[in-house]
């Protein structure tokens, strides 16, 4: 379900920050009963810069509807790609791509 | 670097005599402990995805959380540390279940994560963190969740 991304990766003195929002329901089991929709969240995300992982998180639907992330790292600089791969609880795989500025 | 990790799970795993390791993905807890997202209580939830090891209380994860929130479907979480954590979990008591989210930092990068989660009620949230040398080291904090968002 989840088909977009908003990514935004900002380096500065080697330390990249990074806000990120996926789009999902995030509805767990009994979320979804009470609102008659389907079960659908993000269980999983991953984040590669450089093909090299640089964040990741198992998730559960008890993060809020349309999570946004933010986080820091290090190890990448300005123009390097940064991937994300969100894999959601019916094993579909969405990713999203930016280039850090 | 995967393989060492592999292997530190499966013996984690193997401890607390939880799901068997069926995937490859080291790090995928939602594949290799499926046991964690079912656990109906903090404690168990603990158990079932760092083993029964002692806990040590600690102050040197920084825990940010608003002490009321007015909003249960959207509190923001701060967590960060400088310590060398390998991985680090939100467990809460308001929900069905309660894990929220586990996060595996990736060697060489520090605790910096900002997030939201959903509570549906007033209750404690526990930051369980592992560090690289084995250390279980725990921060609690209990947010009031003001039921119907009228910030009362």
Not at chain 2, 90 to 99: G, H, K, S, T, Y
Not at chain 2, 108 to 117: A, L
Request: with cysteine; net charge positive.
């Amino acid at each position: 379900m989840a088909s977009s991304m908003k990514i935004k990766a900002k380096e500065k003195k080697g330390v990249v920050k990074v806000k990120v929002m996926f789009k999902s329901l995030m509805a767990d089991k009994e979320e979804a009963k009470k609102k008659s929709i389907d079960v659908d969240y993000i269980a999983h995300i991953i984040a590669k810069a450089n093909d090299k992982v640089v964040f990741e998180a198992s998730t559960s639907g008890f993060m809020s509807e349309n999570p946004l992330l933010k986080f820091n790292f290090t190890g990448a600089k300005k123009g390097d790609n940064l991937v994300f791969v969100t894999t959601d609880n019916n094993g579909k795989t969405d990713t999203g791509k930016t280039k850090i500025k | 670097m995967e393989r060492r990790k592999f292997f530190g799970l499966s013996a984690a795993v193997l401890a607390v005599a939880a799901a068997p390791v069926t995937s490859l993905n080291a790090v995928n807890f939602r594949e290799t402990n499926k046991g964690v997202w079912e656990s109906e209580k903090t404690a168990s939830a603990i158990k079932e995805l760092f083993g029964s090891g002692g806990l040590k209380k600690t102050n040197k994860i920084k825990f940010d959380a608003p002490k009321l929130a007015e909003n249960g479907g959207s509190i923001p979480i701060g967590l960060s540390s400088k310590l060398d954590i390998e991985t680090i979990a939100l467990f809460q008591d308001a929900n069905p279940r309660a894990a929220t989210v586990v996060f595996s930092v990736p060697e060489g990068q520090k605790v910096d994560y900002d997030f939201r989660i959903k509570m549906r009620q007033t209750a404690m949230v526990t930051i369980v963190a592992k560090t690289r040398s084995g250390e279980l080291l725990t921060t609690a904090k209990e947010i009031d969740v003001s039921i119907g968002g009228c910030g009362g």
